[in-house]
């Protein structure tokens, strides 16, 4: 108010309080990018289907990444987070953290390994069940006639995802006409996005042991047992559900037996864990689902884990040498199954230059879902190049080792052979290539502690209708 005349002062200077406005603004913008929340565009492959950055269909998930978190906090294993690339720290890339600092790992046998040090035994890695759930590959496409269950029993008979099935009998899962499971590109895709995959020209394929098998199971009044069965090698793993025809105090239970012999066979069970009673109800249909993985079985019933078994890692099991496969198996009258999935786990390859290493106090090792096509730390590697130019003076400069891509050499019009080099902080050097002299390569398989920039939360994009891909989802 005026002292004199009473009445309200009018500001005349809102040009002020708009530069206020919008600088507030930009500062915020600029404290929540760098220190609470940024998206990002996931440019490449290495973490499909988990997250997509697809040439063939255009698909480049939309991420959202909390930077907040690890201000206050460590990482931890199995988190996707985004990070500067050691190589190039001017570039950013997205992995899953898998193994952690002071400790040793391995990749073995398509799964990853850990032990404190050389004193200990090596142990398996298990991933918590929603990262299960993120990594597992769904294998049965809706359009494939030649990939489903197929029986022989009289009486048996199967469409797309449904099976149903009168009196005693078996249905093995075929992919794509074969028994066996392998790790083939285009597993975890809809029937719009496979076809489109194509899987780099040196991936190896290997024949994959940890599967799961789910769907929804009706069991007629006169069924004994309905169960999956898994074949890993010479074992087979049989998670059995007791039917409305079985004893009172019947329980579901998993079985492990090696070789030919006949299920019920005594002698030939290995192991054997038993729940508490229980048994399907006549008519009512139940979900469930079995899975062997990471040398763990599972039998659960409507999303509770009702058995599991921890099995022994051997030679005999290795899905290298020997074929992995799924059947369905039922005891008396028969049983209705629906909504039948069977999926396969991500087969890390080992066809690489660093299979076992120690990891630093203060680094991790990270890895991709899509490990056929993945730049993981197990093939990073430091170019070590020097000059006596700009940018080297004679000192040694390091930069990504990468094939056809670092350093790439030109030949100028005047006939000079000229190297350009990319050093690890993202500066593009040149000089004359017969003036460099090169030291040897320096392998750089971790990324330390200060290079982790955040986490991803979340997929807000994008939806594309025509490949069926709805990509909204939280990342694990």
């Not at 029993?153 to 028994?179: E, H, P, V, Y």
């Amino acid at each position: 108010m005026s002292p004199k005349s009473g009445k309200k002062t009018v500001r005349k200077t809102p040009w002020r309080d708009n530069i206020e406005a919008f600088t507030v603004a930009i500062i915020m913008a600029v404290m929540l990018k760098y220190f609470v929340v940024e998206a990002y565009k996931i440019p490449t492959p290495s973490m499909q289907p988990t997250l997509m950055g697809d040439e063939g269909t255009g698909i480049s998930d939309r991420i959202l990444v909390d930077k907040l978190s690890f201000h206050f906090r460590e990482p931890e294993r199995y988190e996707v987070i985004v990070f500067k690339y050691p190589l190039n720290r001017a570039q950013n890339f997205i992995k899953r953290i898998v193994g952690m600092p002071g400790e040793d790992f391995r990749v073995w046998n398509g799964d990853l390994w850990s032990r404190k040090d050389a004193s200990e035994p090596w142990k398996i890695l298990r991933r918590p069940k929603g990262v299960q759930t993120e990594t597992w590959k769904a294998l049965q496409l809706s359009d494939d006639p030649r990939t489903g269950w197929t029986s022989e029993a009289k009486g048996w008979s199967s469409t797309g995802r449904t099976l149903s099935a009168r009196g005693d009998g078996r249905a093995q899962f075929r992919i794509r006409g074969a028994t066996n499971v392998v790790d083939d590109y285009t597993h975890g895709y809809n029937g719009k996005i496979a076809p489109l995959q194509r899987a780099p020209g040196n991936t190896a394929r290997h024949n994959v042991g940890d599967l799961r098998v789910d769907g929804e199971v009706a069991a007629l009044a006169g069924t004994t047992s309905v169960a999956v069965e898994f074949t890993e090698g010479p074992r087979t793993y049989v998670l059995e559900i007791p039917g409305p025809a079985a004893d009172t105090n019947a329980a579901p239970r998993i079985r492990v037996r090696y070789g030919t012999s006949d299920v019920a066979s005594a002698a030939k069970l290995a192991t054997e864990s038993v729940g508490s009673p229980y048994r399907l109800a006549a008519g009512k249909s139940m979900a469930f689902g079995a899975q062997n993985i990471d040398d763990m079985l599972s039998l659960e019933i409507d999303g509770e884990t009702v058995c599991e078994l921890e099995i022994a890692g051997a030679a005999d099991n290795a899905a290298t040498a020997w074929s992995g496969g799924a059947n369905l198996t039922v005891a008396g009258a028969g049983a209705d199954f629906t909504e039948l999935q069977t999926r396969r786990d991500i087969y890390y390859t080992s066809e690489a230059k660093v299979t076992e290493l120690t990891i630093p106090v203060g680094h991790y090792f990270m890895m991709g879902d899509n490990t056929q096509n993945s730049s993981d730390g197990r093939e990073w590697t430091f170019e070590r190049l020097s000059w006596p130019g700009e940018g080297s003076n004679g000192a040694i400069v390091r930069g990504n080792k990468r094939s056809t891509e670092n350093p790439v050499q030109v030949m100028s019009d005047e006939g000079v052979m000229t190297t350009f080099f990319r050093d690890e902080w993202g500066e593009l050097w040149n000089f004359p290539a017969q003036s460099s002299t090169k030291a040897m390569p320096e392998s750089a398989p971790v990324v330390s502690r200060d290079l982790i920039c955040g986490r991803a939360v979340f997929v807000f994009w994008p939806i594309s209708p025509s490949y069926d891909a709805y990509r909204l989802k939280w990342v694990h």
